[in-house]
């Protein structure tokens, strides 16, 4: 079987290896897994960047599609998708990379502002986004509507979580 009929260095494929880059390089340490990049994509389809189409799902926004290209950036081995103790770990392999200026500024922003928090916060961010996006809660509301979404966390916790993330 063929693995190159297609360019993987285009669209969505280009900047979720440009995310995988700039994250890697940002927390070298840091274990990127398949709920944090999930988020991390949410957070950059929000700036015009990536095309995905999102719904809520257990963890927050979720994107079949996205889903399907990291199976295809692991198929065409531009990443290593495995898994151990604490969950995916996403490794990407080709660091030779060529973002344009916007992209690669917006991709660091993102990471920057957002790179830092855990997986579960970062669902946290990425969930009060979407419902205030797509349901037109305001910042009086959010923290009790996310806790309706998400029971396991308490008010306190999502409320702290959201006011450090400038969300509300």
């Known amino acids: 079987m063929r693995k190159n009929n297609f ?3 285009t669209g ?3 900047i979720l290896l440009g995310i995988l880059n700039f994250y890697k390089e940002e927390y070298p340490n840091k274990q990127l897994g398949k709920t944090m990049i999930q988020k991390l994509c949410y957070l950059l389809t929000r700036e015009d960047i990536l095309d995905y189409d999102y719904s809520l799902y257990h963890y927050g926004p979720y994107s079949v ?3 399907s290209d990291l ?3 692991n198929f065409f081995d531009e990443v290593s998708i ?3 103790q604490y969950g995916y770990d996403i490794e990407i392999k080709n660091q030779e990379l060529k973002l344009d200026k916007l992209q690669a500024e917006k991709i660091k922003n993102v990471i ?3 790179g830092h928090y855990t997986a579960t916060d970062l669902s946290l961010v990425a969930t009060a986004l979407y419902i205030k996006d797509n349901y037109g809660i305001d910042d009086y509301d959010l923290v009790d509507e996310v806790h309706n979404i ?3 966390f308490n008010p306190e916790y999502i409320e702290n979580v959201l006011q450090s993330a400038e969300i509300i």
Request: hydrophobic residues 30%; proline residues 5%.
């Open 82 to 84: 495995g898994w151990n």
């Open 12 to 14: 969505n494929y280009k």
């Open 71 to 73: 199976d295809i950036l």
């Open 150 to 152: 998400k029971p396991n």
């Open 7 to 9: 360019n993987l260095f």
């Open 65 to 67: 599609d996205l889903e």
């Open 112 to 114: 920057e502002n957002y």
